[in-house]
């Protein structure tokens, strides 16, 4: 029900563009979120939209790098990642809820991604 796409390999300070196409759940119903898991290291929320509203949030460590976004006719959201640092490097997953509280928490989650991998590399 989600699909994402757009990882690839990436010199430091470079950019990607992952995609999460949605079929079956509608995006614009639904608090959505990027998260991360790298080699050893725990899943963590990158950035999420809320609705109604749009409010965004990003981890501090991203912040002013990457950007967060859906496309409602297109039924897709969006992770633009700029300025990429070699500790981006994690496998990236797109996830929705209907929940509320805090967008961040994975628990919250009920419909994911396949995940598509982020290396960060020169």
């Known amino acids: 029900q989600l699909q994402a796409s757009g990882g690839g390999l990436v010199q430091p300070g470079g950019s990607l563009r992952l995609s999460c196409a949605a079929s079956?759940?509608?995006?614009?119903?639904?608090?959505v979120a990027w998260f991360r898991q790298a080699p050893g290291k725990e899943r963590e929320g990158v950035a999420c939209i809320s609705r109604p509203d749009g409010r965004t949030d990003y981890v501090d460590s991203v912040k002013g790098r990457f950007t967060v976004s859906k496309d409602i006719p297109k039924n897709t959201m969006y992770l633009q990642m700029d300025s990429l640092k070699l500790e981006d490097t994690a496998v990236y997953f797109c996830?929705?809820?209907?929940?509320?509280?805090?967008?961040?928490?994975?628990?919250?989650?009920?419909?994911w991604g396949q995940g598509t991998l982020v290396t960060v590399s020169s």
């Open positions: 996830a929705a809820t209907r929940l509320g509280g805090d967008l961040m928490d994975a628990s919250l989650y009920d419909y």
């Open positions: 079956v759940v509608t995006l614009d119903y639904y608090n």
